[in-house]
């Protein structure tokens, strides 16, 4: 079964704090992103990539960055928390045009 | 850019009643579209995907949908609601062109016993 591994279901953690969100998959698919979810909101793209490292700007890419320096991994940090990151964060992959693959997600709360 | 709408934010259901959720996009050539569904503190799951050919897509859990181009809509049904199903659901559109997917706002399906 393929699969999209996101390291932490929960997190708390300070502001101020750097935090590393990781996700891997295992279906060497060539595109990865990574998506914040937000009541009323919906899926907002914060940062992807079409290839290892390599990256583009979604939508929302203040205060966040990534890393892709292996294919199967693709790591979103926060280089300095912030209470309005409190969000539910949202890894996929995919192939060409067949529909992205999600992770379980990561609930980060900062406090 | 290609968006997506999805005019209702919460529907409720009797199980059993059949169900229909709505979905309109703006794209400006033919895209690529899908429908998730996520379950309470998940990610989401691909429940079905249009690129081409018959308009009408069936998907796993008994989902089907169909694209209607003059209406730019991609509407999601189900004949026979069950409790199981209760979850969001979100439309999405990808561009022809790259990877780029972006995905409607959400509809929170209630099923009532």
């Known amino acids: 079964d393929v699969k999209v591994t996101q390291s932490s279901r929960y997190l708390v953690k300070r502001t101020g704090e750097k935090v590393f969100l990781e996700c891997v998959q295992d279906?060497?698919?060539?595109?990865m992103f990574w998506y914040r979810q937000d009541p009323g909101l919906g899926l907002r793209l914060i940062y992807f990539s079409y290839d290892v490292k390599m990256k583009e700007k979604g939508d929302i890419p203040e205060g966040y960055s990534v890393s892709r320096e292996k294919k199967e991994r693709f790591s979103l940090i926060l280089e300095s928390a912030s209470t309005n990151q409190t969000s539910m964060y949202l890894c996929?992959?995919?192939?060409?045009?067949?529909?992205?693959?999600f992770g379980s997600g990561t609930r980060l709360t900062v406090v | 850019a290609q968006s997506v709408t999805q005019p209702d934010i919460h529907i409720t259901v009797s199980e059993g009643a059949s169900l229909e959720l709505r979905c309109n996009y703006s794209?400006?050539?033919?895209?690529?579209l899908f429908w998730y569904v996520q379950s309470p503190g998940q990610g989401l799951q691909l429940l079905l995907k249009?690129?081409?050919?018959?308009?009408l897509v069936q998907g796993i859990k008994g989902f089907e949908a169909e694209f209607k181009r003059s209406q730019s809509s991609f509407n999601l049904r189900k004949p026979s609601v069950h409790w199981s199903d209760a979850a969001e659901y979100f439309c999405a559109v990808e561009s022809a062109n790259n990877n780029d997917m972006r995905f409607g706002a959400g509809t929170r399906l209630t099923v009532k016993p």
């Open positions: 279906m060497d698919h060539e595109n």
């Open positions: 996929a992959s995919s192939g060409a045009h067949y529909g992205y693959t």
């Open positions: 794209y400006g050539a033919t895209p690529y």
């Open positions: 249009y690129f081409s050919g018959d308009t």
